[in-house]
């Protein structure tokens, strides 16, 4: 099973950190599910169907502060965490996106879109002289961009884009080409895709589930139209692949994940079908573009699904003091077996951000009873704005930021993927591209 279609059959609802409570919220119940949400609903729908249960926390699995990859057992970590079974969790996700009959799959609109007349313009970047190019910040917080994203046109309320764009549209904006003809720039609206339904009920007791006695709660619920379907790509990790004699599990766990026709999604547990397509939507999304300049150029990655960064709204790979290298630089590879594998043939700065208020990730832990740590992902749609110093860095960055799971959290549950784009300008009253690099690179 690679690409299959989510068919929500009733209301769905996607908790977060939002309090609920009668009179003081309801909750951000009615929004697309965060990436985690959907690979853990997944899981759990697989171990459902296959009769296995995880009541108990008893397996010993990766401890926080250990290598992502390798045997990490005869490595210094923080002691030992426990996990309720390692079945399936090889399982990888990406999505879910909406998708419709008549536009196919849809990605959201970037932020750095505005209305120009019939088309659209891109917010260009101008240098703020206001900051050091050579930053020391002693904590990642302390890093500030050295470029600002400024509008070409005049400030207006109803300028920039909300919605969604087809992979067609997106394709013309990633190459700073016309529309497509008889189709324009003009989104999709989300009110299109699902209507939300407020609703009040009664807190459970998680202990007894029984009712809370006065304890009510308000809530948003996403009541997807006829039309609306969740387009996901969904894999088991390869079994020719597997060490440690978990070849024949895996072969297993292919088998089941295919036999898969049923979702438990959201935060009540209801039912979606699932069906498979022959045509895989994300594939015209996975192959980069090439930079069209030998020298400096500016490159922008788009983010499709949200992302949780190790530093807010800083990359964990563009903080890399401990080594010597200047904040702000781009450094890809978790570890040093990595880093080498991962290098690029020059430097990248990042110089600029386009971003939305922060979105809050939560959950439940069912085994344990409890709620899970809360954390702020950068939401899809944000623009991150890099320097390469030539072509090679350009095209070798493009390579690993576009449709790469690059969020330092979550990217196996399909966090931090994004597409590439060179169609970037500096503000005609900025520095140039070359000004710019010599700044930063001393070149």
């Not at 809370?212 to 308000?218: D, F, H």
């Not at 401990?322 to 990042?350: C, I, M, T």
């Amino acid at each position: 099973m690679n690409t299959v279609l989510i068919e929500p059959t009733d209301l769905l609802f996607f908790r977060d950190a939002v309090p609920m409570s009668a009179g003081h919220g309801k909750g951000a119940g009615c929004r697309m599910p965060f990436p985690s949400t959907l690979h853990e609903a997944f899981r759990a729908s697989l171990l459902r169907a296959n009769g296995e249960t995880a009541n108990v926390k008893q397996e010993e699995g990766r401890p926080r502060n250990a290598d992502r990859t390798g045997n990490w057992h005869t490595q210094g970590h923080d002691g030992k965490t426990f996990i309720a079974t390692k079945a399936f969790r090889s399982l990888r996700t990406v999505g879910p996106l909406p998708w419709r009959e008549k536009t196919g799959l849809l990605l959201p609109v970037p932020l750095d879109v505005t209305r120009q007349g019939d088309g659209i313009a891109s917010l260009q970047l101008w240098r703020d002289h206001s900051i050091p190019a050579k930053q020391q910040p002693e904590k990642p917080h302390g890093y500030r961009p050295t470029c600002l994203p400024v509008a070409v046109t005049s400030p207006d309320k109803k300028g920039q884009m909300h919605g969604w764009w087809t992979t067609e549209q997106m394709k013309h904006y990633l190459l700073g080409s016309p529309p497509p003809a008889g189709e324009g720039f003009t989104p999709t609206r989300t009110e299109t895709l699902w209507a939300d339904e407020h609703r009040v009920g009664v807190e459970i007791d998680p202990s007894s589930f029984a009712s809370k006695e006065g304890q009510l709660y308000a809530g948003t619920y996403l009541r997807a139209h006829r039309d609306t379907r969740l387009a996901a790509w969904v894999e088991v990790a390869d079994p020719n692949k597997a060490r440690n004699g978990e070849a024949d599990a895996r072969r297993r766990e292919c088998e089941q994940l295919s036999k898969l026709d049923w979702l438990l999604l959201g935060g009540e547990f209801r039912l979606a079908r699932l069906h498979k397509i022959e045509t895989d939507p994300f594939s015209d999304l996975q192959q980069p573009p090439s930079p069209a300049s030998d020298g400096p150029c500016l490159l922008k990655w788009v983010l499709v699904t949200p992302a949780i960064f190790a530093h807010g709204s800083l990359p964990g790979w563009c903080w890399n003091v401990s080594d010597g290298r200047p904040p702000g630089e781009v450094r890809l590879g978790a570890s040093k077996r990595k880093a080498a594998h991962e290098s690029l043939p020059g430097r990248a700065q990042l110089i600029s951000w386009c971003l939305d208020k922060p979105r809050t990730v939560s959950g439940w832990d069912v085994v344990e009873g409890r709620a899970k740590l809360t954390m702020l992902a950068v939401p899809e749609g944000g623009i991150y704005y890099f320097l390469c110093e030539n072509r090679a860095t350009a095209a070798g960055l493009a390579k690993k930021l576009h449709w790469q799971p690059r969020s330092d959290f979550y990217g196996e549950k399909g966090c931090g993927y994004g597409l590439v784009s060179f169609d970037v300008r500096m503000q005609r009253t900025s520095l140039d591209i070359r000004a710019l690099a010599n700044e930063l690179f001393n070149q």
